[in-house]
């Protein structure tokens, strides 16, 4: 993994509280403590270990090393989860973050930003985030949006299973928002309009999808 090209995005795991100790805060102690090449060694094993058992089995083995060879020379983008309750959004204590041993997603892109591959985890299990994007014009869409992103060099990314077809991120000039790229209508909000705009019942569902039910159950698509 010595050659893989690191763009280190990452975020840590608390209660979002307007007293205390601030959640920008917390995620900011988070990056500082993120080992991005142990982590992605970590991340490939896990998923290996999902397909194929135990971690010293043969199958394992030629798993990493096939994620070795395929994901050698990309870009990784280190996605911090979270999860949101659009209920809470009045509230100020709508935003959790992810405490979990596995709680970065990955994204894989080629040197021309084309979508490679992804490793993705709720509560430390992998399951599958961004095959929705992997056609055609969801791909254009899911790659061209993160070109956007990544261009306006964001402080930190985020993930969200909730909220589908966006991009989560703390822009550089602002430490205390968290800003949503939706891919489809191609606009940026603050992630508090963002769940506004979900209540709204004349949002159009295509765009603006919030998946309902536990981190857990999301996870077992």
Not at 17 to 26: D, E
Not at 46 to 58: A, T
Not at 79 to 98: C, E, P, Q, R
Not at 128 to 133: C, G, K, L, S, T
Request: charged content about 25%; proline content about 1%.
């Amino acid at each position: 993994m010595n050659k893989l090209l690191y763009i280190l995005l990452f975020h840590g795991v608390f209660v979002f509280h307007v007293s205390g100790q601030n959640i920008f805060h917390q995620i900011k102690e988070a990056f500082q403590l993120i080992d991005s090449g142990a982590y992605i060694d970590k991340a490939c094993v896990k998923d290996c270990q999902s397909l194929w058992g135990k971690k010293e089995s043969e199958d394992v083995k030629k798993c990493y090393q096939w994620h070795k060879n395929y994901l050698a020379n990309t870009r990784v983008i280190f996605l911090l989860n979270i999860d949101v309750d659009s209920a809470l959004v009045h509230t100020g204590n709508y935003v959790k973050i992810d405490t979990s041993e596995y709680n970065f997603t990955l994204v894989f892109f080629d040197k021309k930003w084309r979508y490679k591959d992804d490793i993705c985890f709720v509560d430390d299990k992998v399951y599958i985030a961004f095959a929705e994007y992997t056609g055609a014009v969801y791909g254009k869409k899911f790659v061209s949006g993160y070109e956007r992103i990544i261009k306006r060099n964001p402080k930190y990314m985020l993930y969200c299973l909730r909220l589908s077809s966006t991009i989560l991120y703390i822009p550089n000039n602002f430490d205390e928002k968290i800003m949503v790229y939706n891919i489809w209508d191609e606009k940026t909000y603050e992630l508090g309009e963002y769940l506004k705009k979900l209540n709204n019942k004349n949002a159009p569902a295509y765009y603006y999808e919030y998946k309902k039910g536990t981190i857990e159950e999301l996870g077992n698509w």
